[in-house]
């Protein structure tokens, strides 16, 4: 069975950093696109970030672009969201998910995505 556990979240003030995890069991992450999304109270899901597995390409939504960097630690089979000059509006549920088929190119399209995690709460405020 395929857990993804999403861990970081919490309270920060604006223009302050947090940097979220996405860890997983019964899955390897190392080999597979990675995303990232958000879905903010009353508001759709939206994605934020995306790395590929082979390249480690990596895409962001506009609204983070800039602020926000996903990247892994293979070692630890981790990936991790660096979220800088937060926002507000960033405010959100953050999700990682993983796509089951190898690609060298990741998508910001959650219906990409295979697994998914319980996501984190992000909160920006003063």
């Known amino acids: 069975q395929v857990q993804l556990v999403e861990s970081g979240g919490g309270l920060v003030q604006p223009g302050g950093s947090l940097r979220l995890s996405c860890a997983a069991s019964?899955?390897?992450?190392?080999?597979?696109?990675i995303g990232w999304f958000r879905q903010a109270p009353g508001k759709e899901r939206e994605a934020v970030s995306c790395i590929s597995s082979r390249n480690d390409m990596a895409k962001y939504a506009d609204t983070v672009r800039g602020r926000f960097t996903v990247d892994r630690d293979t070692a630890e089979g981790t990936v991790f969201l660096q979220m800088n000059s937060v926002k507000p509006e960033d405010t959100a549920v953050y999700y990682c998910?993983?796509?089951?088929?190898?690609?060298?190119?990741?998508?910001?399209?959650?219906?990409?995505?295979?697994?998914w995690g319980q996501g984190t709460q992000v909160t920006v405020s003063s």
């Open positions: 019964g899955f390897n992450l190392n080999g597979n696109p």
């Open positions: 998910a993983v796509r089951r088929q190898l690609s060298s190119n990741c998508e910001l399209s959650g219906q990409d995505y295979d697994y």
